[in-house]
């Protein structure tokens, strides 16, 4: 599957923006997704992840409460709402899919449990 992200950009404190992530192919609704983020010097974090139904997120504990993942598996994609943005959020975006029949959330905190990965899209707060 080839993941395509958009929606990064440069926002103002306290602000929003909305990330996206297309997959190619037919079996979307078969993958667990998942965002990660990583800052300039520092490593990739985990963001946030969902189940293939959606009936399960996570959340890093310093975006929960600000940030909420979704998917519509009949536009084959995951968004990631960001609002009250701090300065700290400032990272790229990449989005991933991971295709483990039976994976738990708190598996899908590490990246090397996923298969496919996007490209970043770059988030930027200015404070």
């Known amino acids: 599957v080839q993941l395509q992200a958009s929606g990064g950009g440069l926002v103002q404190s306290g602000g929003s923006l909305r990330l996206s992530c297309v997959a190619s192919g037919r079996t979307f609704s078969s993958y667990n997704m998942g965002w990660f983020r990583q800052a300039p010097g520092k490593e990739r974090e985990f963001a946030a992840a969902?189940?293939?139904?959606?009936?399960?997120?996570d959340y890093k504990p310093s975006v929960k409460g600000r940030f909420t993942i979704s998917r519509d598996n009949a536009k084959n994609t995951v968004y990631l709402q960001m609002n009250s943005l701090k300065p700290e959020d400032t990272a790229v975006y990449s989005c991933?899919?991971?295709?483990?029949?039976?994976?738990?959330?708190?598996?899908?905190?590490?990246?090397?449990?996923?298969?496919?990965w996007g490209q970043g899209t770059q988030v930027t707060v200015s404070s």
């Open positions: 969902i189940s293939r139904s959606a009936g399960s997120t």
């Open positions: 991933a899919a991971n295709s483990a029949f039976r994976a738990t959330m708190r598996w899908l905190q590490f990246a090397y449990n996923y298969d496919y």
